[in-house]
C-alpha cells in the first residue's frame, strides 16, 4: 500500500503524510505511555510503603501492599507538625522567589541580548562563572553577609537573591531573546517605541515559553530547596515542607512509613499547581513557535 | 523597580528621531541597559564578589568556623595533593557526570521529539513526566527507595520475573554510581525535555515540509532538521548540566551519604563534610576552588567544541 | 534626566551594600568571641534560645516541649525560645551559626561532639555551676571530664548510653537455646549463634541469622569487640592504637561469624535485608549488640526480647562502652543567660523531668535516685532487666573521644569495612585505618 502512494504523491498529496503520522503516532503513543507508565508508578509503590505499619515496613520476607492500609499514617503526621503552616511558608517563599527571579532574569537577560549593554562579554563569563561556585561553601559567608542585615530567621534570604537574578535565568532568557528577529525591534524603534516598551510590549509577549519554563523551574527550585532553609530558617512556625519532612527522621526509632507519608503529602500542593500551570505553560510553549 | 521607569517611556521615544545626534540615542540605550542590568550587578557584588572573596581568603587559612581564621599560606593546597579521598571524590564526580549527562541529554530530546506532536491525552502524559521533575530530592530519596531497596524495592521484584538475582543497586560499591545517575535522569529528564520542546517549536515548519518535497525520510529530517535545529539548545543543557552535574550534592546527601564506604563520596559532599562535620571551612574552600578550576577547564573545552556542531538560526 | 535619577540611588545603594559586605567581611575574619545584645528584655526577662534534636513530634520532642513549659513556669522570669530539628539537620545548621554567632545558648550535644565543639572554644566549662551539685548524685560527670585533657566539664549529662546483648526470646525458645547469661563467652555466643541459624526455606540462605556482627553503628559492632579481644581503640597517650594482635583477633572473629560459619549476615546482605538496624525487630536477628536507645526500635518490631551483659573476651574484659549525651553552654552567651542556661540544664536533672524522659525509652536516666525508681526498673515493655544498662555503664569506657571524633572515627570504619567486605586484609585495613586515623588527629592545632 505505502508504495503505490509514493508513486503518485502529486495527486493525492495529503494521504501519505496522515497514514505516516498514524502509524508514527501508535509508535509515540507506545515510546511516551510506557515512558509516562515508569515515571510514575515508583509513587504509586512508594504509597503502598506509606501505608503500611513500621513492623511491616521491615518486615522479611518483604511485603508488597499494606494489609491492612494504615490510613492512620497520614493523619499521624498531621498531629505531628503543623504541615499547613510550612505548605504556606514553602508557597510564599517559592512565588516571591519565582516573581522575583523571572522580571529579574528577563531584565537582564534583554540587556545581554537585545542592548548595548557595555562589557556586555565580561558580564556573560561573569554569570557563567558565579554558576560554578559551589554553592555549598558559599554558605558561610552569606550566612555572616544575611546576619549582618539582620535577616536570619526571616524569609529575605530565601527570596532577595531570586530579585536578582540568577544565572540559569539570564541565559535562558538571553537564549530566547537572541532567537527573536531584529526586524520586531527596528520596526518598533522606527515607530517611537523606547527600551521599555519594547521589553515589555514587543519582547517579552515573544518569550511567554521561556517565561513560563523559568517560573515552573524556580519555583520547583525553590520549593524543594533544602540547605539554605536549614541554615537560615529557625522558628517553628517559619520551617519549609521538605524541612518539616526531614524532621520527622529520628535517629532512633525506624519511622520511614511515616517520613514517606509526609514526603508524599508535600508533593501534592506542587502537582496541583503544576497541573494548573500547564495549561498556560503548554499553551505559551505551543504557540512560540508558530510567532518564531 | 518595574514602576519607576515607566515614568521615563518619553524620553528615549525622542530618541531615534533625526535632529537628535546618534550617539546621544546610543548614550541612552546604553544607560537602559545598564538599568536593565542591575539585578545582576547587584547579585555580582553581593552573591558572588564577597561570597569568592571571603573563599579566597578562607582557602589560605585554617577556618574552624569559632574561632578567628589563621593563616596557614598554601598548606590546604598542598594537603589536597596528598589527599586520595579527595582525588578519589573526583572520580567519582567525573564517573557520574559521564553517565548523567549524556544519556539524560539523549533522553529528554527523545522524549521531546515523541511528545512534540498533537496527540491525544498530551497533557496527561506530559503531566506524568513531570511528577519527577517538581518532586524534591527529600521526595525522590524516599520514592527511590520504594524502587530500589534490595529488599523491598520492586526493580529487583521485576529482576526476579525474569530469573535474575537480586541486586544491591545503591547498596553495592560498583552500582551505586550508575544507579545514582539513573534516578538523576528519571527526576531531570522532564525539565530538559521542556528546553527542548521549546527549542522545538521555534524550527519553521515550513524546513520539515520543504525536506518532505525533496524525499527525506523521518530520520533524514530528525538528523540535518531537528538535530541542528535544537543544537543551540542542547549545547545550553551540555553546559548547564555538566556544571551542575560536578556540583551534585543534594541527591547524595539525602541518598547515600556518600556510601557504601566511599563509592559515591562526590567533591561537593566531601567538601560539605570537611567544613560541616569537621570544622575545616578552610580545606573546604580550597576544594571549592579546585572543583571550580575543573569546572572551569571543562566548560571551555565545551565552548571551544561549540563552534563545531553548534548552529543558530 | 529621569533615568539619572532612578540610576544613581541604585548606584549609591550597591555602593552601601559593598560598604556592608566588607565590614562583614572584616567581622568575620576578625571576629572574637562577642556575645550581641545581653538578652535582657524590657521586662525584666532573660530570652535564652534551647537547641536540640528531636524526630518532631516524636515523644522526645513533645516531652522536651512539656518540661520547657514547666520549666518557664517555676522561673518567671526566663523565657526559651526553641531551635529544634532532625539530627542532621540540626548540626548542619549549627555550624553555620556559630560561625555566625548565632548558635543558640544552650544545646543538647551528642556525647561524642561536645569534644569537638569544646576543642574548638565554643563551649563554656561548667565546673564552676557544677560544683553547686553534688557530682555524685548523677551518672555520666565522670565520663565528660575524662574526655577533656584537663578534665574541665564541657557539658552536664543529659541522658546516658551503654550497650548490652539483646537477645529474640522466641527465637531462643524456638531453637532451644538457653538464653544469654552474665558467664558468656565469644565462645558460647558464636555456639548459640550456630544453633540460632536457620534456613527455613531451604534456599541454601540463612532466613534467621544467630547473632549480628557487623553494623555501620560500631558502637554496637566492632569496637566493643576490638575492647573485649584486648586491643583499644585509642591509646591513653590519645593516640590510634588500633593495629594490634587483640583487635586482629577481634576482626577474625568477625569474620569467621560472617563468612566461615556464617551465623551472621556479611555487610552486603546486612543491607539486603534492611538496614542494620532493622534486623532485630524484624526478628532476622537473635543477637546483637546495642546500646540502650535499641529498646524502642526493637519494641517497635514488636519483639519479645531480653538483654544480658556484652559477653567476655578471653581475658574476661566485655569491652562495655558509653556515650552521654550533654548539655552544652556557648562560650559566647553573656553570663545572665548562660546562668538561665545552666537553670535549665539543673532543672532537667532534677527527679521529676528524668522521670518524665525515661518514660520515653530513650535514655538511661542521668539521676541516680530516678535509676532506682519503679520508673526505670520495672517498666512496662521489654526488656525486664534494665539494670544490664546500668552495671554496663560503670564499667563502661568513653568512645575514645577529642576534638577530631567524627572525622578520625570516619576514617577508621572506613578501613576497616573495607577488611569486613574482603576488600581488603584486615593487617593492612588496620594499618590503613590507624594512619589516617592518627593523621586526621594530628593536623588539629587546638584554638587560641
New interface residues.
Given amino acids: 500500500m505505502p508504495e503505490a502512494l509514493v508513486e503518485q504523491p502529486r495527486v493525492r498529496p495529503r494521504i501519505r ?1 496522515r497514514t ?2 498514524r502509524f ?2 501508535v509508535a ?2 507506545l ?3 510506557s ?9 504509586l ?2 504509597l ?2 506509606s501505608l503500611k505499619s ?2 511491616q ?4 520476607p ?3 501492599l499494606p494489609d491492612p492500609p494504615q490510613w492512620s499514617n497520614y493523619s499521624q503526621v498531621w ?3 503543623p504541615f499547613g503552616t510550612y505548605a504556606l511558608n514553602s508557597f510564599v517563599i517559592a512565588t516571591a522567589a519565582t516573581v522575583g527571579n523571572v ?2 532574569s528577563a ?2 537577560g ?3 541580548a537585545r ?4 562589557a556586555r562579554g565580561a ?1 556573560l563569563t ?20 544575611f ?3 539582620g535577616w ?1 530567621d526571616t524569609f529575605l534570604p530565601l527570596i532577595v ?1 531570586f ?4 544565572p ?1 535565568g ?3 532568557m538571553r ?2 531573546f ?2 527573536i528577529p531584529q526586524d520586531f525591534q527596528e520596526a518598533a ?2 515607530d ?6 519594547i ?1 515589555t510590549r514587543i519582547h517579552l509577549p515573544l518569550v511567554k ?2 517565561l513560563a ?1 523559568l517560573s ?2 524556580t519555583f ?1 527550585a525553590s ?5 539554605e532553609p ?2 537560615y530558617l ?3 512556625d517559619k520551617l519549609t515542607l ?15 512509613q511515616l ?2 507519608a509526609a ?2 503529602m ?2 501534592v500542593p ?2 496541583v499547581l ?2 494548573v500551570a ?2 498556560y505553560f ?1 499553551r505559551g ?2 504557540s ?2 508558530v510567532k ?1 | 523597580m518595574a514602576g519607576a521607569p515607566r515614568k521615563t517611556l518619553r524620553t528615549p521615544r525622542r530618541a531615534p528621531r533625526s535632529d537628535r545626534p546618534a550617539h546621544s540615542a546610543r548614550r541612552v540605550e546604553r544607560r537602559w541597559a545598564m538599568l536593565f542590568a542591575t539585578p545582576y550587578l547587584a547579585h555580582l557584588v553581593l552573591l558572588t564578589a564577597w561570597p569568592v572573596l571571603a573563599l579566597a581568603y578562607l582557602g589560605f587559612t585554617d577556618y574552624d568556623t569559632v574561632s578567628s581564621p589563621s593563616w596557614t599560606g598554601l598548606d590546604n593546597y598542598s594537603r589536597l595533593l596528598g589527599d586520595e579521598a579527595f582525588w578519589t571524590s573526583l572520580l567519582n564526580t567525573g564517573y557520574f557526570a559521564l553517565i548523567f549527562v549524556p544519556l539524560q541529554t539523549v533522553v529528554a530530546l527523545a522524549l521531546a521529539v515523541a511528545l512534540n506532536q498533537k496527540l491525544r491525552f498530551m497533557p496527561l502524559l506530559r503531566g506524568a513526566y513531570f511528577v519527577p521533575v517538581v518532586s524534591s530530592w527529600v521526595v525522590m530519596a524516599y520514592v527511590a527507595d520504594a524502587v530500589f531497596n534490595p529488599r523491598l524495592g520492586s526493580a529487583n521484584a521485576v529482576l526476579d520475573w525474569f530469573g535474575i538475582d537480586p541486586l544491591m543497586w545503591l547498596d553495592s560499591p560498583v552500582l551505586v554510581i550508575p544507579t545514582l545517575a539513573l534516578i538523576a535522569v528519571w527526576k531531570g529528564a522532564g525539565y530538559m525535555m521542556v528546553l527542548f520542546l521549546a527549542a522545538l517549536q521555534a524550527i519553521p515548519q515550513e524546513r520539515y515540509e520543504a525536506a518532505r518535497v525533496d524525499g527525506a525520510g523521518a530520520w533524514g529530517r530528525f538528523r540535518h532538521i531537528t538535530v541542528p535545529g535544537v543544537s543551540g539548545t542542547t549545547f545550553l543543557v551540555l553546559v548547564l548540566s555538566t556544571i551542575t552535574t560536578l556540583q551534585a550534592f543534594e541527591q547524595v546527601f539525602v541518598m547515600t551519604g556518600g556510601g557504601p564506604g566511599d563509592a559515591s563520596e562526590l567533591t561537593v559532599l566531601y567538601m560539605y563534610r570537611q567544613g560541616f562535620e569537621y570544622f575545616q571551612m578552610g580545606y573546604a574552600a580550597a576544594i571549592a576552588w579546585v572543583l571550580f578550576a575543573v569546572i572551569l577547564v571543562l566548560t571551555l573545552i565545551q565552548l571551544r567544541l561549540q563552534k563545531r556542531w553548534v548552529h543558530y538560526a | 534626566m529621569p533615568i539619572r535619577s532612578t540610576t544613581m540611588p541604585i548606584r549609591r545603594a550597591v555602593r552601601t551594600r559593598t560598604a556592608a559586605s566588607a565590614l562583614a567581611l572584616t567581622m568575620a575574619l576578625t571576629a572574637t568571641a562577642c556575645g550581641g545584645d545581653s538578652g535582657g528584655a524590657a521586662d525584666g526577662k532573660t530570652t535564652i534560645t534551647l537547641g536540640y534534636y528531636a524526630e518532631a513530634g516524636g515523644p522526645a520532642d513533645g516531652t522536651m516541649r512539656k518540661l520547657v513549659k514547666e520549666f518557664e513556669k517555676a522561673n518567671p522570669t526566663i523565657r526559651v525560645k526553641i531551635e529544634s530539628a532532625d539530627y542532621d539537620k540540626f548540626h548542619t545548621r549549627l555550624r553555620t551559626q556559630l560561625a555566625g554567632r548565632k548558635a543558640p545558648d544552650v544545646w543538647l550535644s551528642d556525647g561524642v561532639l561536645v569534644q569537638e565543639f569544646a576543642g574548638r572554644g565554643s563551649l563554656r566549662d561548667l565546673s564552676g555551676y557544677a560544683s553547686e551539685l553534688n557530682a555524685d548524685d548523677y551518672l555520666g560527670v565522670d565520663l565528660i571530664k575524662k574526655g577533656d585533657p584537663k578534665g574541665r566539664l564541657y557539658g552536664f549529662p543529659q541522658g546516658a548510653q551503654s550497650t548490652a546483648l539483646f537477645y529474640n526470646k522466641k527465637l531462643f525458645k524456638d531453637a532451644g537455646v538457653a538464653e544469654p547469661t552474665a558467664d558468656w563467652t565469644y565462645d558460647d555466643l558464636l555456639a548459640a549463634a550456630k544453633k540460632l541459624t536457620k534456613d527455613t526455606n531451604g534456599d541454601g540462605k540463612p532466613d534467621v541469622y544467630g547473632f549480628r556482627s557487623y553494623s555501620p553503628s560500631f558502637v554496637e559492632s566492632w569496637w566493643p569487640m576490638v575492647e573485649a579481644f584486648g586491643g583499644e581503640v585509642l591509646g591513653d597517650d590519645g593516640k590510634v592504637a588500633i593495629d594490634s594482635p587483640g583487635s586482629r583477633e577481634a576482626f577474625d572473629w568477625m569474620l569467621k561469624t560472617m563468612y566461615e560459619d556464617k551465623v551472621a549476615p556479611d555487610p552486603v546482605t546486612t543491607e539486603a535485608l534492611g538496614k542494620s538496624q532493622t534486623l532485630f525487630p524484624s526478628s532476622v536477628v537473635a543477637m546483637q549488640f546495642g546500646i540502650y536507645a535499641r529498646i524502642q526500635t526493637a519494641n517497635q518490631g514488636k519483639v519479645d526480647f531480653g538483654v544480658a551483659p556484652l559477653p567476655k573476651g578471653p581475658d574476661g574484659q566485655r569491652g562495655d562502652l558509653a556515650n552521654i549525651n550533654a548539655w552544652v553552654i556557648n562560650r559566647a552567651a553573656p553570663d545572665a543567660r548562660a546562668e538561665a542556661a545552666w537553670k535549665w540544664i539543673e532543672f532537667f536533672s532534677g527527679e521529676k523531668p528524668q522521670t518524665d524522659w525515661t518514660a520515653i525509652g530513650e535514655a538511661i536516666p542521668i539521676n541516680k535516685k530516678v535509676t532506682q525508681t519503679p520508673a526505670f526498673l520495672s517498666p512496662e515493655t521489654p526488656p525486664a532487666e534494665r539494670k544490664v544498662f546500668l552495671d554496663s555503664l560503670a564499667d563502661a569506657d568513653d568512645l575514645g573521644l577529642n576534638p577530631v571524633w567524627s572525622e578520625y572515627t570516619t576514617a577508621l570504619a572506613e578501613a576497616v569495612t573495607g577488611a569486613l567486605n574482603k576488600e581488603s586484609s584486615v593487617p593492612d585495613a588496620l594499618k590503613t585505618g590507624q594512619d589516617e586515623a592518627q593523621s586526621a588527629i594530628d593536623r588539629f592545632r587546638p584554638a587560641g
Avoid at chain 1, 542592548?115 to 557595555?118: D, F, I, K
Avoid at chain 1, 561573569?126 to 553577609?145: K, N, R
Fill in positions: 503524510p505516516r503520522i508514527g503516532r509515540a503513543y515510546f511516551v505511555g515512558g509516562a507508565l515508569l515515571m510514575v508508578l515508583p509513587f509503590a512508594a503502598f510503603n513500621h513492623a515496613y521491615i518486615e522479611v518483604p511485603v508488597i498531629d505531628r507538625a522580571l529579574s531584565m537582564v534583554h540587556a545581554l542592548m548595548r549593554l557595555p558580564l561573569a554569570a557563567l562563572g558565579t554558576l560554578m561556585l559551589p554553592t555549598v561553601v558559599t554558605i558561610i559567608p552569606s550566612f555572616l553577609m546576619r549582618e542585615f536570619l537573591p530579585w536578582l537574578a540568577t540559569f539570564i541565559f535562558l537564549q530566547s537572541l532567537a524603534t522606527l517611537g517605541a523606547g527600551p521599555w516598551r521589553f515559553p521561556a519554563t515552573v523551574f520547583m520549593w524543594g530547596a533544602v540547605l536549614t541554615v529557625t522558628s517553628p521538605p524541612l518539616g519532612v526531614m524532621g520527622l527522621r529520628g535517629q532512633f526509632v525506624g519511622n520511614d517520613v514517606t514526603a508524599l508535600s508533593l506542587i502537582l503544576f497541573v500547564q495549561r503548554v510553549a505551543m512560540a513557535g518564531g
